[in-house]
Nanobody, 123 residues
Framework: QVRLVESGGGLVQPGGSLRLACVVS?????????MGWYRQAPGKQRELVAH????????????TYADSMKGRVALARDNAKSTLYLQMNNLKFEDTAVYFC???????????WGQGTQVTVSS
């Protein structure tokens, strides 16, 4: 069974940085079809933050970032730790949301979600 556990959220001032982590278990991390981060602010729909899709071989594929976060966010992974990271810099008030980790194991399986981690940007 796939399990995603996020961490790293918290309270940060505008202009600050946070690194979110998502530990993935129950599947082969190296062959995951897609992985990424989404967020949901109060009263709003869940939206993409960053998303990576492989081309079928480890280390290949492409990464997409939300326009609102381009240049301020980076997706990274540590295969040895089965962990997906989201580095966020120059955070703004409007980045306040619950951030969710998401994976899709193969093109023919459904998506799995973590429980979310709260990010609050406030002065």
């Amino acid at each position: 069974q796939v399990r995603l556990v996020e961490s790293g959220g918290g309270l940060v001032q505008p202009g600050g940085s946070l690194r979110l982590a998502c530990v993935v278990s129950g599947i082969n991390f190296n062959t995951i079809y897609t992985m990424g981060w989404y967020r949901q602010a109060p009263g709003k729909q869940r939206e993409l933050v960053a998303h990576h899709q492989t081309d079928g071989a480890p280390g290949t594929g492409s990464t997409t970032y939300a326009d609102s976060m381009k240049g301020r966010v980076a997706l990274a992974r540590d295969n040895a730790k089965s962990t997906l990271y989201l580095q966020m810099n120059n955070l703004k008030f409007e980045d306040t949301a619950v951030y969710f980790c998401n994976v899709q194991t193969t093109p023919w399986t459904g998506e799995d979600w973590g429980q979310g981690t709260q990010v609050t940007v406030s002065s």
